[in-house]
């Protein structure tokens, strides 16, 4: 049933800029801060229950009611939680960016120009704003996503009528490698952290088994922190779990006896709509308390720990998969990949690396001298 928002509380969308018959309304969200819009609360303090930064938040609740309007609806539009976050977090950082840059200068007025020299800022570290560690220039993948944000931004207030034309669509995006940059651990050190996981079962289980799913199954934090205690199931005679993918696709995962055997104190007795993974206080987890988890596994299994986080764990196991020979589009399915060339920018592992030809020319020449 969809709930209806009682009216006194819907930001009421202006006249569109535009007069004549061509004219519409601008987009209405129906709510009075973006913060109100499922998976965007903000987060204010330590344990508030918030999933956002407040400052994201406030960035773009600050903006004119003609720019707020349609950039509150657009991530709204986004069918997954994650894309909402993703959205929200890549325009806000354009907003401060902007501000500083072009005080005066409203968002929907944005020129390609702008976008351009954005663009040059975030790739260079230059920019004044819009960083999150300022003099420090962002990969060439997240400097590429910010810009195809922003042109989604654009594709969807010009959609809606908003503007004229979408100044995005002619700026080129850096080029992305075809080699993933995410450092992968080796296989040992991935097989030590699934024995730290079991070794820590007993003391903290909803941490064991976090890491269980994340190094073995290869999840991502977003997905694996959205799981509920029904999302495990039983199907033709396999555990699965049950998620949404990044993008909003559902999918079914098969789970390991040796994971479902971590997962099982989690199940006992407890509700199918309640998070599987909580705190002791009965928070969700989120993606930082996820990286808690790994660390204690790491530092129960006596590995080093300084560059463990979900994501190196999940490209692990994407480059041993793909270093042992398990085929590229049975990978690309474990990680839920929609084109199997983000999935190739993880065959890197040591096997690959053994039999470079570097090696071999090294060999050559000194066979030769």
């Not at 991502?220 to 993918?245: D, N, P, W, Y």
């Not at 080093?304 to 590229?328: I, K």
Request: charge should be positive.
């Amino acid at each position: 049933m969809t709930e209806i928002l009682p009216a006194a509380v819907i930001r009421p969308a202006a006249p569109a800029p535009s007069a004549g018959p061509g004219a519409v309304a601008l987009p209405s969200p129906m709510v009075t801060t973006v913060g109100d819009i499922a998976g965007l609360a903000p987060r204010r303090a330590r344990g508030d229950g918030g999933e956002v930064p407040a400052a994201d938040v406030d960035a773009v609740d600050a903006l004119p009611a003609a720019a707020w309007s349609t950039v509150a609806a657009w991530p709204k539009a986004g069918k997954a939680v994650t894309t909402r976050r993703a959205r929200l977090a890549d325009v806000a950082a354009f907003c401060r960016w902007l501000e500083v840059e072009s005080p005066g200068v409203g968002l929907l007025a944005v020129t390609e120009d702008h976008l351009t020299h954005y663009r040059d800022a975030i790739a260079t570290g230059t920019a004044r704003a819009g960083l999150a560690r300022p003099g420090v220039p962002l990969a060439p993948a997240t400097a590429a996503r910010r810009l195809s944000t922003l042109s989604s931004l654009y594709g969807y207030a010009l959609r809606r009528r908003v503007i004229g034309a979408n100044p995005a669509d002619p700026v080129e995006r850096p080029e992305v490698s075809v080699i993933g940059t995410t450092p992968a651990h080796t296989v040992e050190e991935a097989t030590a952290l699934l024995g730290g996981a079991e070794t820590i079962a007993a003391t903290y289980p909803a941490d064991a088994a976090a890491v269980s799913l994340l190094s073995v199954c290869a999840v991502r934090v977003g997905e694996l922190v959205s799981l509920t205690v029904g999302s495990v199931a039983a199907s033709v005679g396999h555990t699965v779990i049950l998620f949404r993918r990044k993008g909003g696709k559902t999918d079914r995962l098969p789970v390991p006896p040796r994971v479902r055997a971590l997962l099982g104190p989690l199940l006992d007795g407890r509700a199918a709509g309640e998070p599987l993974f909580v705190r002791d206080d009965g928070r969700p987890f989120d993606r930082w308390r996820a990286t808690t988890a790994l660390r204690r596994a790491a530092t129960a299994a006596g590995i080093d720990h300084a560059r463990l986080t979900p994501h190196t764990a999940r490209a692990t196991a994407a480059t041993a998969a793909l270093d042992t020979g398990v085929p590229l589009a049975d990978v690309q399915e474990l990680l839920g990949h929609a084109s199997p060339v983000t999935t190739q920018r993880y065959n890197r592992g040591r096997k690959k690396l053994d039999g470079h030809a570097a090696y071999r020319m090294a060999a050559l020449l000194a066979g030769g001298a």
